[in-house]
């Protein structure tokens, strides 16, 4: 099927620059693990901030694909990319684009997976801890050979006012 020349090259700038802003976000992302790791309030916060601001920007780039897309009597999202890329020669820039953001995507998906982890696992101790200090019992989180919650260890309170 035949694609109109400036068809193609508005799909492909559309793809630059949300590769563009893909990689951005991977860069963030980093700086948020080493934020995370590092424990400073202020980095975590600062790279919140960054991280909210790209995924906005990133977000405004897929609208626009979606939009193109959607002009063209496409699907929108990576179906629709797809089904355009379908109609193109193998050979063009696009196609690459294409699977460099594919790529970057799934690379973004397992450190934003990790860095949610690490969020996770420090709100758990938090309240652990909190639950201590308050004279909650203590429950360990653990789950048996049936996925069950299991209780661990009670303690006694650490302060009483």
Do not use: C
């Not at 793809?15 to 980095?43: N, W």
């Amino acid at each position: 099927m035949h694609v109109d020349p400036d068809q193609l090259n508005q799909f492909t700038s559309i793809l630059t620059v949300e590769l563009e802003s893909a990689q951005k976000l991977d860069k963030i992302l980093d700086k948020e693990h080493r934020a995370l790791t590092s424990g400073d309030p202020e980095q975590i916060l600062a790279a919140a901030d960054d991280k909210q601001r790209q995924m906005q920007e990133t977000l405004k780039f897929l609208t626009e694909r979606n939009r193109f897309l959607q002009s063209l009597q496409l699907s929108p999202g990576k179906t629709g990319s797809e089904q355009f890329l379908d109609r193109l020669p193998a050979d063009v820039p696009a196609r690459a684009l294409w699977q460099e953001i594919e790529a970057l995507a799934h690379v973004l998906r397992d450190k934003n997976e990790i860095n949610g982890g690490i969020v996770s696992l420090a709100q758990r101790h938090t309240r652990q801890a909190l639950d201590i200090l308050s004279g909650k019992m203590y429950s360990s989180d653990t789950y048996g050979k049936g996925g069950e919650r299991q209780s661990g260890p009670s303690s006694p309170p650490i302060a009483k006012a």
